[in-house]
């Protein structure tokens, strides 16, 4: 396998191939005229052909020649962009954010959290990939996403996961629900209830499944949808019973076009964080993105699992 060519070398050929002149060159490469003529000897050697002719004091381009700048001309222009763009990445603001984040941070956190993030980077490029929490940890481990906003793993993952705040899932049904009329849920109906979940891929639907299975029910009719504004207007038009943490619906509650209940004697609890690879150190740009993920959610009056 032959080597690259040297990129000294095709900068003294592109340069020269431009003024045409050892003496030029060398002045605007700071080279003396021999080290010029050195590089370029040494170019032809290394593609076993001649590049220039030599006219007098002019040099004019050969064939070959003609052909190699074109080359030439571009992967400089590649290095000059490579090194601008590291050089970039040193100025403030300049770089790229690549955050994975469920639906249900999408819909209701990420629109808060990323237009205050960027009156602080206005040059960062932010790039989003939605998905569930098992997605999430492949993105994080597959290196396409930095950060992941996203609901605790329930194992470790090889994920470091900062705590944001903490919710409960309950019950939740229209006005004109049994359940609703009556002012609270009998156990012994659930089973027979038809429910409304979200994606059965999500950590959500286990730990309802499981928190259901752990009392010895089964739920035998279930809808699953991947977009908690759809179930919210399923469970209004009476279609099934959704099980959702309130703040996803504190418009519907207010207005009392849904009813919440407990799920249950033992309360169903969930935390939501930002999730790393473990070993990473952070960028400023995701702790500054991390830290405003946790400004948002105090201002919705979610509470950290700490408080």
């Known amino acids: ?18 003024r045409g002149s050892f003496t030029q060159t060398a002045k605007e490469l700071f080279l003396t005229q021999s080290a010029v003529s050195h590089a370029i000897k040494a170019l032809e050697e290394e593609v076993s052909t001649r590049l220039f002719e030599r006219v007098g004091k002019k040099v004019f381009l050969t064939q070959a020649g003609e052909q190699l700048l074109r080359h030439a001309e571009r992967i400089l222009r590649e290095m000059r962009d ?18 994975g984040a469920s639906p249900t941070a999408c819909h209701y956190l990420l629109p808060t959290v990323l237009r205050e993030f960027k009156q602080s980077f206005p040059k960062c490029v932010i790039r989003i990939e939605p998905g569930d929490g098992p997605k999430m940890v492949e993105l994080l481990h597959s290196n396409q996403v930095d950060l992941a906003l996203m609901l605790e793993p329930f194992e470790d993952d090889g994920v470091s996961f900062r705590k944001l705040f903490e919710d409960e899932l309950k019950l939740l049904v229209p006005p004109t629900h049994p359940w609703a009329q009556r002012g609270k849920v009998l156990r012994d109906e659930i089973a027979d209830e038809t429910f409304i979940l979200y994606n059965k891929n999500s950590y959500t639907f286990r730990m309802v499944i499981d928190y259901f299975q752990r009392d010895g029910i ?14 919210k207007e399923l469970v209004k038009i009476g279609l099934g019973t959704g099980i959702i943490a309130p703040w996803i619906a504190q418009r ?52 950290s699992p700490a408080a």
């Open 82 to 99: 490579a090194r601008t763009g590291l050089s970039d990445l040193q100025n403030w603001g300049h770089s790229r954010l690549r955050v």
């Open 218 to 231: 089964s739920l035998h009719n279930v809808m699953e949808l991947g977009s908690m504004e759809a179930i």
């Open 252 to 303: 519907e509650l207010a207005e009392a076009s849904l009813v919440a209940f407990p799920i249950g004697a033992r309360r169903l609890k969930r935390i939501w964080g930002v999730a790393h690879l473990k070993g990473r150190r952070l960028a400023l740009a995701e702790e500054t993105f991390t830290g405003l993920c946790e400004s948002v959610a105090e201002s919705l009056g979610l509470h």
């Open 1 to 18: 396998m032959k080597p690259t060519l040297d990129s000294r070398q095709l900068l003294a050929f592109a340069t020269l191939a431009r």
